[in-house]
């Protein structure tokens, strides 16, 4: 019982640290700073072939889960991840928040507890952390809340209601039962190696026709279940997908994950069937803009990456600290931008 109080009262506290605090960048040209990625730090990806043969695809035990309150909320944040449309969607039996009827774990695989499927192996130790997109201090809270908002196309919940606090005490569940001499803990997404050339949407296209339409369909709508209540196979764009100015709408953020995890069932982190350059040419053909529509009412010039020296360098929203066009920093090749970056002192983000 002390334990779980000790645990819920960690909580809480990393709760009531505020979003508001002022992130002010004193003389530009020589701060140096880190950014941290979606969710944890990005791996350097050294991992023997030992190592990567015996992980497991999924770190999640349930009889890990001590048997007490905390426990208690433990269990049901991994079931609002595994089934969020059911409980705060749409037509939620708790609340209405999501603005779509997908489930976290249509991107952070089976609840954020898969090597490479945008996990939440350090997650919870990684908060409060500098967001270049909002230019803020958020809190854990603030980034649930974020991806309600952004890839859910919803309104932000209470910070302190059971729903967060459940996520929240899942998260740092996970992150506990991670084995700690592992190298993949570090990583949320796999590394890929960036082709010379630009990505193409049309070789995309016919990517996603052989390997991916049969779960997400022709139009990218996705699968719903048989009482249309969410999704089997989640959309892909359309009004019903994830907003403009996701992280999964950038193309090397997408396709890092496409590479790890799609085809689904099929591919493995440690076994995948896609070639890097085939990921990344399907993430362009998904992102697509100018075929594929999706929400946008939190993607606006003036709101996302206010601080443009810290845009990842696939975000094709103007202005830049760079010299590259926006079609550039949409599809690439990334490699000279990279180059710029380095020579110019400015952050490689991506």
């Known amino acids: 019982m002390i334990n779980a109080l000790t645990n819920m009262t960690d909580i809480r506290l990393t709760l009531k640290l505020k979003s508001t605090f002022a992130f002010v960048?004193?003389?530009a040209g020589n701060l140096t700073f880190t950014i941290q990625s979606c969710t944890t730090p990005e791996p350097k990806q050294n991992t023997n072939e030992t190592e990567r043969a015996n992980f497991p695809i999924s770190i999640f035990d349930s009889s890990l889960i001590p048997v007490n309150s905390f426990g208690d909320s433990v269990r049901y944040g991994r079931e609002l991840l595994l089934n969020t449309a059911k409980y705060i969607g749409p037509e939620g039996s708790v609340s209405?928040?999501?603005?779509?009827?997908?489930?976290?774990?249509n991107c952070h695989l089976d609840g954020g507890s898969r090597p490479f499927g945008l996990n939440f192996f350090t997650t919870f130790k990684s908060y409060p952390?500098?967001?270049?997109?909002?230019?803020a201090i958020l809190t854990l809270a603030d980034r649930i809340n974020n991806c309600i908002e952004r890839p859910h196309n919803g309104t932000p919940m209470p910070i302190n209601s059971?729903?967060?606090?459940?996520?929240?005490?899942?998260i740092k569940w996970i992150g506990s039962i991670v084995p700690k001499d592992s190298a993949l803990i570090s990583g949320t997404s796999s590394e890929i190696t960036l082709p010379l050339r630009a990505a193409d949407p049309l070789k995309g296209s016919k990517i996603y026709d052989s390997k991916c339409k049969s779960c997400h369909?022709?139009?990218?709508?996705g699968i719903l279940n048989a009482d249309s209540t969410t999704y089997i196979y989640p959309p892909l764009w359309g009004m019903q997908s994830y907003q403009l100015g996701?992280?999964?709408?950038?193309?090397?953020?997408?396709?890092r994950f496409i590479k790890s995890n799609m085809p689904h069932n099929e591919a493995t982190w440690n076994a995948p069937l896609l070639t890097d350059e085939e990921a990344i040419d399907v993430a362009a053909f998904i992102n697509d803009d100018e075929i594929h529509p999706r929400p946008s009412k939190k993607a606006t010039t003036a709101g996302d990456y206010p601080v443009s020296r810290v845009k990842p360098i696939d975000y094709d929203i103007p202005p830049f600290e760079d010299t590259f066009s926006s079609s550039q920093h949409k599809y690439g090749p990334f490699k000279p931008i990279i180059e710029y970056h380095k020579t110019n002192?400015?952050?490689i983000v991506y």
Not at 129 to 135: D, F, I, K, L
Request: one cysteine or more.
């Open 129 to 135: 952390q500098y967001r270049g997109r909002e230019n």
């Open 25 to 27: 960048l004193l003389f």
């Open 162 to 170: 059971k729903e967060i606090m459940s996520i929240v005490a899942y």
């Open 96 to 105: 209405k928040h999501l603005g779509n009827k997908m489930n976290c774990t």
């Open 217 to 221: 369909g022709a139009t990218g709508a």
């Open 345 to 347: 002192g400015i952050p």
């Open 246 to 255: 996701s992280s999964m709408h950038r193309v090397l953020k997408a396709a």
